[in-house]
């Protein structure tokens, strides 16, 4: 079992649709939980960051934790065609400055104007 | 330089060549990370560099593969005798050091490797 598990399918919606994404991890050590976009062709650049459980509201996203089902979710309101790329969860154990990352595969989403 | 800068952004090779792959960290990141995305998949964790020295290279496949960072700022990822299956976006990133391991991680654009 990898130790982040995301659904990688697809995701097609139309503008303005809510997106939801999530992913679910093994690791009870994780304490630290991310959310990257990846577009076509670069690297990822972090979106949203969560430290333990609870919510996370930036704009338009909205991050939620919940470490005791050990599950994430990544919440896209009023989609834009801009919001089109890859979405990668990551997560990570704190120590010794080691921020090394586990990330799940990613759900590349397409919102149709 | 504004960004981490990653150096050939393309390489296509022969199986069996050696290959070298550059990453130029933001000015005065100490903390430095190279991890490989295959298609379709997530970035792997490869290895981690505090300073000059890996700190961590457990995510190294085999022992084809070193990377380097000698003055504590540009490091480089050599890939002896390659093979196709080393075909995939390698990915450098740095941060700043944060004991606590909370640095964003700031992601390069990739050096894309394809092995003929």
């Known amino acids: 079992q990898k130790e982040v598990e995301q659904d990688p399918g697809p995701l097609s919606v139309p503008e303005g649709a809510i997106v939801s994404l999530n992913c679910t991890y093994s690791n009870s050590a994780f304490q630290y939980f991310m959310w990257y976009r990846q577009y076509s062709r670069k690297g990822p650049e972090l979106l949203m960051y969560t430290y333990s459980s609870g919510n996370k509201e930036d704009g338009r996203f909205t991050a939620q934790v919940d470490k005791s089902s050990k599950y994430i979710s990544l919440f896209i309101r009023d989609s834009q065609p801009s919001d089109s790329a890859t979405y990668l969860c990551a997560m990570s154990a704190r120590g010794r400055g080691n921020n090394r990352l586990a990330f799940g595969k990613g759900n590349q989403v397409v919102v149709i104007p | 330089g504004a960004g981490v800068s990653q150096t050939p952004s393309n390489k296509v090779t022969e199986k069996g060549k050696y290959v070298e792959l550059r990453c130029d960290p933001i000015s005065g990141h100490t903390a430095l990370y190279w991890y490989r995305q295959s298609l379709g998949q997530g970035p792997e964790f490869l290895i981690y560099?505090?300073?000059?020295?890996?700190?961590?290279d457990s995510g190294l496949p085999n022992d084809r593969f070193f990377a380097v960072r000698p003055e504590g700022s540009v490091s480089t990822l050599k890939i002896q005798r390659t093979e196709r299956g080393d075909s995939a976006m390698y990915l450098c990133?740095?941060?700043?050091?944060?004991?606590?391991?909370?640095?964003?991680?700031?992601f390069g654009e990739g050096s894309r490797l394809t092995v003929l």
């Open positions: 560099f505090q300073g000059t020295g890996a700190a961590d």
């Open positions: 990133a740095s941060s700043l050091y944060n004991p606590d391991a909370t640095g964003e991680l700031f």
